[in-house]
């Protein structure tokens, strides 16, 4: 007898794969490089400190002097953040492309909106149907903070090139880091939320995330 050959459909594409754990390290190194000038270069602090080490290994800087080392350091620290940067809205072009080129199975425009249609239509499984759609406009939400957050960062970045004065850099600037806390929030929730399922009823979220799962 002839045996015939079953194709597996993963739950994930590649595609969602690689862009899920590449935006994860990169998100992670951004939100680190802002850490890092908010504790360890945070102004006068940082700076008292310097001078106050140099002074016990036999040099005597001014504080003025030691300032402008700390600010040397931090300069050096968001320039590796302008990197994460780059590579952000890299990933979020890929992310852009993957989804217009993705199968109808895996595109997050057609899931939206079959999960919007069946909670409109189906009130059998309303809340089950809220749930799955509170879920995905949350992710919707989560996009939109990327493309400011990319699109401001650009900007900022190329402020020089475009001309932009500093009173509007500033303000894209005070956008840009407004942004990190709702991203922050979001991370908290899909972290926490994928924890809870995992101990419930949906378990293998994360290794379905890394192998690609099967589809029901």
């Known amino acids: ?40 270069f945070d102004g006068g602090s940082s700076s008292s400190f310097i001078q106050k080490e140099l002074a016990n290994a036999g040099a005597n800087v001014s504080q003025q002097q030691a300032r402008s080392v700390a600010h040397g350091l931090e300069d050096q620290v968001w320039d590796v953040h302008s990197y994460f940067g780059y590579a952000l809205a890299a990933l979020f072009l890929f992310r852009i492309i993957a989804e217009i080129a993705s199968k109808k199975d895996y595109s997050f425009i057609q899931n939206f909106k079959l999960t919007l249609k069946r909670y409109l239509s189906n009130q059998a499984v309303k809340s089950q149907a809220r ?28 402020k020089a090139e475009l ?27 899909h972290v926490g939320g994928v924890y809870l399922a995992e101990n419930k009823d949906k378990k293998g979220i994360v290794s379905d995330m890394i192998n690609g799962g099967l589809k029901n």
């Open 163 to 189: 001309g932009l004065d500093k009173s509007f850099s500033h303000s894209l600037k005070e956008i840009h880091g407004f942004c990190m806390y709702p991203i922050l929030g979001f991370i908290a929730l």
């Open 1 to 40: 007898m002839k045996a015939t050959s079953q194709t597996i459909t993963p739950k994930y594409s590649s595609k969602t794969r690689f862009w899920h754990w590449a935006n994860t390290l990169v998100i992670s190194g951004s939100l680190l490089t802002v850490l890092v000038n908010a504790t360890l």
């Open 131 to 158: 749930y799955e759609l509170g879920i995905k406009s949350l992710y919707v939400l989560f996009y939109v903070l990327l493309f400011v957050m990319v699109a401001t960062g650009l900007t900022i970045a190329f």
